[in-house]
């Protein structure tokens, strides 16, 4: 018999929330305060929240340990499958001296620590989030920095905060488009809602990365190049966002910025060099070591993995994939078993095997063996090892998920957002917050997207706000909510050989949401209720999910693998142009690897 949610179970909104949220405090309580390891500290939130479940909720027992089990496989594939591939490709990097080419490279441009940070961590991790989303920036950008020589909480903790502006737009605007269908609003609407608020953190970011890493002083000192990455990434993701739709602002504002930033870098540096203090004092830029077709060829996995999954991202390849293998597995005991209101909430778990984002990422690594001028051994030797030190991040993201499904099949999530509404004419300034509450629980900008919509649309209604505004908010307040994360955390720690030290990371980054949130929320609070002209003019008519979901049923049954062909041969050139362009000679670990001179 199904079990239905029941909302307010104490009968008042505000106790009701308040041991809602005890497993939410935990997590703050265990990582901020005792520096739980990010398993434990998991673990016993996932406890809490299911024995708030079943004790105050009276969910039955069956149906909370059911839900948490799908949560957990949820984290297993295809989040985890994300992080795996991608590290699997940078430490086949390392493993076969290749990362040392780019390390030299990037050197060449700049050997500033403050600059690296701005084309690494903000601009290609952009690129990053808005192909393929998940963990795959800061997986990649996070390890790159590590790399490079940078203090490994600082790799971490820069790659989270740099992880905002282009969140609400991630995997080719997945959240947005998620919004549209929930709320009913036009997701061209939304889309230009989001654009005309977190252009401002764009600008912002930039700066913010190098006072966070090196202090007021030097990070001031360079604001020329932060304006520059800041600005051109801002003024893009703006245009896209506003008159091209939710699809492309991270990928051709990250272009653009990287493009931007490196030119700029040919005519203006830092009159000194700023590392680590830790680190030797720099010498200055360093000289080029190696060739053009060297560097093409220890930079192409990763402009093959872009490739990839800047493709995965195309509905239409999707489509055909998922022609091939797709496995829709209904949660036996738990599909429509439980009621929001009179609509049955379905557990059918996705197995997407080739159209998962990691999947594009697997592709991209076996194209960078060869690449790479790795052999099979070390190939499978360096996977092996990718998995036996992630062991403890895909336990912790498991574990964080399996707690996000259980506040939503309970009904707890709800709670907080009903209590978060009940603040009234002071509610455009915490639907911010409600959006940060929902990226911070479940790591992603979606599901807090797919939770709130709704409830954003009711609120506004009742307060006389637009509510594209409100909604919006969710989606852009949810981005400061990434960088704390406990899924985000355990892809950070993973990624910089910190795992067991997600407490730090998490202290690192709390009060930057913090602030980061608060002024999109006084943002949204303007746009609300003074700026109002700022608000796009659309036709407020309530829209389906159907009309978003027709492009893709539109498209001739070819065209997916048609786009897929296109996309294996022209990562096949780039593979024979690295081989033809780039030496190979035996390296110190005995394998193929780039000719050092």
């Given at each position: 018999?199904?079990?239905?949610?029941?909302?307010?179970?104490?009968?008042?909104?505000?106790?009701?929330?308040?041991?809602?949220?005890?497993?939410?405090?935990?997590?703050?309580?265990?990582?901020a305060?005792?520096?739980?390891?990010?398993?434990?500290?998991?673990?016993?939130?996932?406890?809490?929240?299911?024995?708030?479940?079943v004790i105050?909720?009276?969910?039955?027992?069956k149906?909370?340990?059911?839900?948490?089990?799908?949560?957990?496989?949820?984290?297993?594939?295809?989040?985890?499958?994300?992080?795996?591939?991608?590290l699997?490709?940078y430490?086949?990097?390392?493993?076969?001296?290749?990362?040392?080419v780019?390390k030299?490279?990037?050197?060449?441009?700049?050997?500033?620590?403050?600059?690296?940070?701005?084309?690494?961590?903000?601009?290609?991790?952009?690129?990053l989030?808005?192909?393929?989303?998940?963990?795959?920036?800061?997986?990649?950008?996070?390890?790159?920095l590590?790399?490079?020589?940078?203090?490994?909480?600082?790799?971490?903790?820069?790659?989270?905060?740099?992880?905002?502006?282009?969140?609400?737009f991630?995997?080719?605007?997945?959240?947005?488009?998620?919004?549209?269908?929930v709320?009913?609003?036009?997701?061209?609407?939304?889309?230009?809602?989001?654009?005309r608020t977190?252009?401002?953190?764009?600008?912002?970011?930039?700066?913010?990365?190098?006072?966070?890493?090196?202090?007021?002083?030097?990070?001031?000192?360079?604001?020329p190049?932060?304006l520059?990455c800041?600005?051109?990434?801002?003024?893009?993701?703006?245009?896209?966002?506003?008159?091209?739709?939710?699809?492309?602002?991270?990928?051709?504002?990250?272009?653009a910025?990287?493009?931007?930033?490196?030119?700029?870098?040919?005519?203006?540096?830092?009159?000194?060099?700023?590392?680590f203090?830790?680190?030797?004092?720099?010498?200055?830029?360093?000289?080029?070591?190696?060739?053009g077709?060297?560097?093409?060829?220890?930079?192409?996995?990763?402009?093959?993995?872009?490739?990839f999954?800047?493709?995965?991202?195309?509905?239409?390849?999707?489509?055909?994939?998922?022609k091939?293998?797709?496995?829709?597995?209904?949660?036996?005991?738990?599909?429509?078993?439980?009621?929001?209101?009179?609509?049955?909430?379905?557990?059918?778990?996705?197995?997407?095997?080739?159209?998962?984002?990691?999947?594009?990422?697997?592709?991209?690594?076996?194209?960078?063996?060869?690449?790479?001028?790795?052999?099979?051994?070390v190939?499978?030797?360096?996977?092996i090892?990718?998995?036996?030190?992630?062991?403890?991040?895909?336990?912790?993201?498991?574990?964080?998920?399996?707690f996000?499904?259980?506040?939503n099949?309970?009904?707890?999530?709800?709670?907080?957002?009903?209590?978060?509404?009940?603040?009234?004419?002071?509610?455009?300034?915490?639907?911010?917050?409600?959006?940060?509450?929902?990226?911070?629980?479940?790591?992603?900008?979606?599901?807090?997207?797919?939770?709130?919509?709704?409830?954003?649309?009711?609120?506004?209604?009742?307060?006389?706000?637009?509510?594209?505004?409100?909604?919006?908010?969710?989606?852009?307040?949810?981005?400061?909510?990434?960088?704390?994360?406990?899924?985000?955390i355990?892809?950070?720690?993973?990624?910089?050989?910190?795992?067991?030290?997600?407490?730090?990371?998490?202290?690192?980054?709390?009060?930057?949401?913090?602030?980061?949130?608060?002024?999109?929320?006084?943002?949204v609070?303007?746009?609300?209720?003074?700026?109002t002209?700022?608000?796009?003019t659309?036709?407020?008519?309530?829209?389906?999910?159907?009309?978003?979901?027709?492009?893709?049923?539109?498209?001739?049954?070819?065209?997916?693998m048609?786009?897929l062909?296109?996309?294996?041969?022209?990562?096949?050139?780039?593979t024979?142009?690295s081989?033809?362009?780039?030496?190979?000679?035996?390296?110190?670990?005995?394998?193929d690897?780039?000719?050092?001179?």
């Amino acid at each position: 018999m199904p079990w239905t949610q029941v909302v307010d179970p104490l009968g008042n909104i505000g106790l009701s929330a308040l041991l809602a949220a005890i497993p939410i405090l935990f997590l703050f309580w265990a990582l901020a305060w005792k520096r739980m390891k990010g398993h434990w500290a998991a673990l016993g939130a996932v406890s809490l929240a299911v024995a708030v479940a079943v004790i105050i909720y009276k969910m039955p027992v069956k149906l909370a340990f059911l839900a948490t089990f799908n949560g957990a496989i949820f984290g297993l594939f295809p989040v985890c499958w994300i992080i795996v591939t991608a590290l699997f490709i940078y430490n086949l990097s390392v493993k076969t001296g290749q990362f040392e080419v780019i390390k030299n490279s990037l050197a060449s441009i700049t050997d500033d620590r403050r600059m690296q940070a701005l084309l690494i961590a903000f601009s290609f991790g952009a690129f990053l989030e808005g192909a393929a989303g998940f963990g795959t920036p800061v997986a990649i950008t996070a390890a790159m920095l590590a790399g490079l020589g940078f203090n490994p909480l600082y790799a971490a903790g820069v790659c989270l905060v740099a992880n905002t502006a282009p969140v609400a737009f991630g995997a080719i605007g997945i959240p947005i488009v998620v919004a549209g269908q929930v709320s009913g609003l036009p997701e061209m609407a939304i889309s230009q809602m989001v654009g005309r608020t977190l252009p401002f953190l764009s600008v912002l970011i930039p700066l913010y990365l190098t006072i966070l890493i090196s202090g007021w002083k030097k990070g001031l000192e360079v604001w020329p190049a932060c304006l520059v990455c800041g600005a051109s990434f801002a003024i893009v993701q703006f245009l896209s966002a506003n008159y091209l739709g939710p699809l492309l602002p991270d990928i051709l504002a990250s272009i653009a910025s990287i493009i931007c930033v490196v030119t700029f870098l040919k005519f203006w540096h830092p009159k000194q060099s700023w590392q680590f203090p830790e680190e030797k004092a720099s010498l200055g830029r360093e000289q080029l070591r190696f060739t053009g077709g060297q560097i093409f060829r220890a930079w192409a996995p990763f402009i093959i993995l872009s490739i990839f999954v800047a493709a995965w991202g195309i509905p239409a390849i999707k489509v055909a994939l998922d022609k091939i293998v797709l496995f829709k597995i209904p949660i036996d005991g738990l599909n429509d078993m439980v009621l929001k209101g009179d609509a049955p909430i379905h557990a059918v778990y996705i197995l997407n095997l080739l159209s998962a984002a990691g999947t594009a990422i697997l592709f991209a690594g076996l194209f960078s063996i060869p690449v790479m001028g790795a052999g099979i051994q070390v190939a499978v030797e360096v996977a092996i090892d990718t998995l036996n030190k992630l062991k403890f991040p895909i336990l912790t993201i498991a574990l964080i998920l399996g707690f996000s499904f259980i506040f939503n099949f309970s009904g707890m999530v709800v709670t907080l957002g009903k209590a978060f509404a009940s603040t009234g004419v002071l509610f455009p300034f915490f639907a911010a917050f409600l959006g940060w509450l929902g990226v911070f629980m479940t790591g992603s900008d979606t599901s807090s997207n797919a939770f709130f919509s709704k409830l954003h649309v009711v609120t506004a209604q009742q307060i006389g706000v637009d509510p594209v505004v409100l909604v919006a908010a969710n989606s852009s307040g949810g981005v400061c909510g990434k960088m704390i994360s406990p899924q985000s955390i355990a892809v950070a720690t993973s990624a910089t050989g910190l795992v067991g030290k997600e407490g730090d990371i998490f202290r690192f980054t709390l009060k930057h949401s913090l602030l980061l949130t608060t002024i999109v929320g006084l943002m949204v609070y303007l746009q609300a209720y003074v700026i109002t002209w700022i608000i796009p003019t659309y036709e407020k008519v309530v829209a389906t999910a159907a009309p978003a979901a027709a492009p893709v049923a539109a498209a001739p049954p070819s065209a997916g693998m048609n786009y897929l062909i296109g996309t294996f041969v022209l990562a096949l050139t780039i593979t024979a142009i690295s081989l033809v362009t780039g030496k190979k000679v035996m390296n110190a670990a005995g394998t193929d690897a780039i000719h050092f001179h």
